[in-house]
């Protein structure tokens, strides 16, 4: 009897621990199951955070395409109208967006049209330096008309059209009155050249005498 006794305290007392280590193991696995199912539940959440980001960051590519699109749109114009108004109607300004490892990237064109022949070329190679002087002459101005940070200040110029031949630069000279009249902005120029100086409202005189600067006012007009 007392081996007997022996024996069920023994299975009793391993029954005890058995049902001890259950226990235990049982709330690490209740533990380890809810952490689990928070961990999912996190996933799940930071999937629907990454689908969110993703669909704004399509959203702001596509805005700032759209936006990129536009602005290309309205200096293209400029610039041709410029052109026109200088050179002619067979005259176009033409601008290719691309992307360089991960970075927008911008090409200019002049497209000439020669009767249903139209030839595109690079600036610098179109026509001599003149058109390289306009195009940069009109780009100026129309990214300072584009831009929201410089809305009522002058558009200050140095040497304008220095490349651009005698027969082309009246034009340039009414072009620049038309655009200070339209945009209602003035236009404070160094220049050398007599047309030019001509079409100002104020135009100074600066000679060196004996080693010193001297200032003269050689025009004055009223605003048309």
């Known amino acids: 009897m007392e081996g007997m006794e022996e024996l069920i305290e023994r299975i009793e007392s391993g029954t005890q621990k058995l049902i001890l280590d259950y226990t235990v193991r049982k709330r690490i696995k209740d533990s380890l199951e809810e952490e689990k199912a928070n961990k999912i539940r996190q996933l799940e959440r930071l999937k629907e955070e990454i689908d969110l980001l993703e669909k704004v960051r399509i959203l702001l590519q596509k805005t700032s395409d759209y936006a990129r699109e536009q602005v290309k749109q309205q200096i293209e114009m400029l610039v041709t109208r410029c052109l026109q108004f200088i050179f002619g109607e067979n005259i176009e300004f033409k601008i290719e967006l691309s992307e360089v490892r991960g970075r927008p990237e911008a090409e200019f064109y002049v497209v000439s049209s020669y009767g249903d022949t139209r030839v595109i070329t690079k600036p610098q190679d179109a026509r001599g330096g003149g058109i390289v002087d306009v195009i940069s002459l009109a780009l100026r101005i129309a990214i300072i008309q584009c831009s929201n940070?410089?809305?009522?200040?002058?558009?200050?110029?140095?040497?304008?059209?220095?490349?651009?031949?005698?027969?082309?630069?009246?034009?340039?000279?009414?072009?620049?009155?038309?655009?200070?009249?339209?945009?209602?902005?003035?236009?404070?120029?160094?220049?050398?050249?007599?047309?030019?100086?001509?079409?100002?409202?104020?135009?100074?005189?600066?000679?060196?005498?004996?080693?010193?600067?001297?200032?003269?006012?050689?025009?004055?007009?009223?605003?048309?």
């Open 149 to 224: 940070t410089y809305v009522n200040g002058p558009i200050i110029l140095d040497e304008p059209a220095k490349h651009v031949s005698s027969e082309y630069i009246a034009n340039v000279a009414y072009f620049l009155k038309q655009i200070s009249k339209v945009f209602k902005r003035q236009i404070i120029m160094v220049t050398h050249n007599q047309f030019l100086s001509e079409i100002a409202d104020l135009a100074y005189k600066v000679e060196i005498k004996d080693g010193e600067s001297v200032v003269t006012v050689c025009s004055s007009k009223e605003n048309a």
